[in-house]
């Protein structure tokens, strides 16, 4: 039997329309020409979702015996109820969440006075525009930002903006040989051949020295914001202009920073303080809501001596290898509910599960319903009607990491200075380089699409590779990763990693690379 979904692309904020054709055989894609968001265009996820969907399914266990919803919620409620509320993590990334889940678990961590929801987002400043902004101004900075890679759908938008005229100024580590720019600015033009190994450095530097010597005040700055983001990055943005569009890599990303602020709720901490306070054993009880974007942040023993962990999720995960009770959900395309893209637009996931929100909720001792949370999620947000495509928000910009203009300029000063301290002790490690991340919706859910770490011609030529050999990435805390690597014009001083890698969960970091084989 054949069925036809209508639905959405979980890959990122943007929320692209499509068809998801579904049989005994699997899924396919069809394009979906009347979604507003992209008229039926869709980047090279968007097309890999049958793959993404063919996945093994997460099954529902307790203590790895297969068991039914009911008992594993049961099971996981007593447990719960015996911590105290500080000793309680829910770590939720929404990239496949609804509004409709998220509403019901802040209620569940409510009901619990449990302060610990990490979203990933916490510290980032909630930001919704068009997407025609882009398209409709005279000159875009693009900070840090590779739209070929990251957003592809981006790259339709700038690309209209040049054809109106716009003048496009790319700030990176390497020129883009997609030529988008019509100028490039590197990074060790302002900084030298070997920048601080800390993004936040680099930005706030870098942001300094455009603010000296660059007419940048009128430009819009396209930039990604993600769990990686640190805040003085979003400092120098800052500093640079008064327009901005900030995209995030979850679909409801905005979703959920719009809920937590109605429903006043306010995470008190981060995702990489929850993973510490995991690691020291003051979180005793985790529950993890669709773990595939979560597990760049933790590594089996970080979760070997945990008292509980809880998986609730569509797809069979490594977390579960630890887990003490999994849920499985549905796939997203079957689900109801509503997500927020990056415009502050409605849209309607598609499906017609109920299923996750009430367990959800029955975790906190009340089954809800699904109209019922519904209901709440609407008189938060303020949408009225039912509409796949309904904008309920106008431009929003409101700030929540950002320091005012003055401590942005005394960070700066530091920056400068802890970069030239970096410089110089960086020239004592022969085969040292900086490690930078190009996230990607692949990035994030774990796909190795590309798997390979990009390396300029004159690390090939140091470290006397050829064609079929690999390389070794070693962290500065002696993690190692064997990986291919591809030869591609960028700095000396850089390797480039369209995949998480194991060594490192920061956007930049400082790595060793050996040629495989030989160990210093």
């Avoid at 499985?328 to 598609?350: A, I, Q």
């Avoid at 770490?453 to 064997?482: N, Y």
Wanted: charged share 25%.
């Amino acid at each position: 039997m054949i069925s036809v979904h209508s639905t959405i692309c979980p890959g990122c904020s943007i929320g692209c329309g499509l068809y998801l054709m579904k049989n005994e055989a699997g899924c396919s894609v069809l394009h979906r020409k009347v979604s507003p968001v992209n008229a039926g265009k869709l980047c090279k996820f968007g097309m890999h979702l049958p793959r993404f969907y063919s996945r093994s399914r997460m099954r529902t266990t307790i203590k790895g015996r297969d068991a039914k919803a009911e008992n594993a919620v049961n099971e996981m409620r007593e447990q719960l109820t015996t911590m105290q509320p500080d000793e309680i993590a829910f770590i939720a990334l929404p990239g496949m969440m609804t509004n409709e889940e998220f509403a019901a678990m802040i209620s569940l961590c409510k009901s619990l006075k449990c302060r610990n929801l990490v979203t990933g987002t916490e510290r980032f400043p909630l930001e919704m525009h068009p997407l025609s902004k882009i398209e409709n101004v005279q000159n875009i900075l693009l900070f840090f930002f590779d739209p070929f890679v990251q957003y592809p759908l981006i790259t339709r938008r700038i690309l209209r903006a040049k054809e109106r005229g716009a003048e496009v100024i790319d700030v990176s580590f390497a020129e883009n040989s997609r030529e988008i720019a019509d100028k490039t600015i590197l990074v060790d033009e302002i900084l030298g051949s070997t920048p601080p190994s800390d993004m936040g450095d680099v930005a706030l530097n870098v942001a300094n020295a455009l603010v000296e010597t660059y007419e940048v005040k009128d430009a819009l700055i396209i930039a990604d914001l993600n769990p990686m983001t640190d805040a003085r990055f979003i400092d120098a943005i800052d500093m640079l202009s008064t327009q901005t569009f900030l995209l995030k890599p979850f679909l409801n990303a905005n979703g959920a920073m719009l809920l937590s602020s109605a429903m006043d709720y306010r995470c008190e901490k981060g995702i990489f303080e929850i993973v510490d306070d995991v690691r020291q054993g003051r979180i005793k009880a985790l529950y993890v809501f669709e773990p595939d974007l979560s597990l760049h942040f933790f590594s089996d023993s970080d979760l070997a001596d945990i008292e509980l962990l809880a998986v609730h999720g569509t797809f069979d995960s490594p977390l579960c290898r630890n887990a003490h009770i999994t849920i499985s959900n549905e796939p997203f395309f079957m689900r109801r509910g509503t997500v927020v893209n990056v415009e502050g637009c409605v849209l309607d996931v598609g499906g017609s599960s109920c299923e996750s929100v009430e367990i959800i909720s029955e975790m906190g001792g009340e089954r809800l319903s699904y109209e019922g949370v519904h209901e709440i999620v609407r008189s938060h947000l303020g949408f009225s009607k039912k509409s796949e495509y309904e904008t309920f928000v106008g431009a929003v910009r409101s700030t929540t990491a950002s320091s005012d203009a003055e401590t942005t300029k005394k960070r700066g000063k530091k920056a400068g200075k802890k970069a030239k301290r970096v410089r110089k002790a960086k020239d004592k490690k022969e085969n040292s380089r900086l490690l930078l991340y190009k996230t990607n919706p692949f990035f994030w859910y774990g796909i190795r699409d590309k798997n390979f770490v990009e390396i300029s011609p004159e690390t090939a030529r140091d470290l006397h590779l050829f064609r079929g050999e690999s390389i070794i990435l070693r962290s500065t805390d002696g993690g190692e990763e064997q990986m291919s690597f591809k030869i591609t014009d960028i700095p000396p001083y850089l390797a480039i990693s369209e995949v998480k890698l194991a060594i490192s969960s920061r956007i930049l970091s400082p790595v060793e690379i050996l040629k495989a084989g030989k160990r210093g």
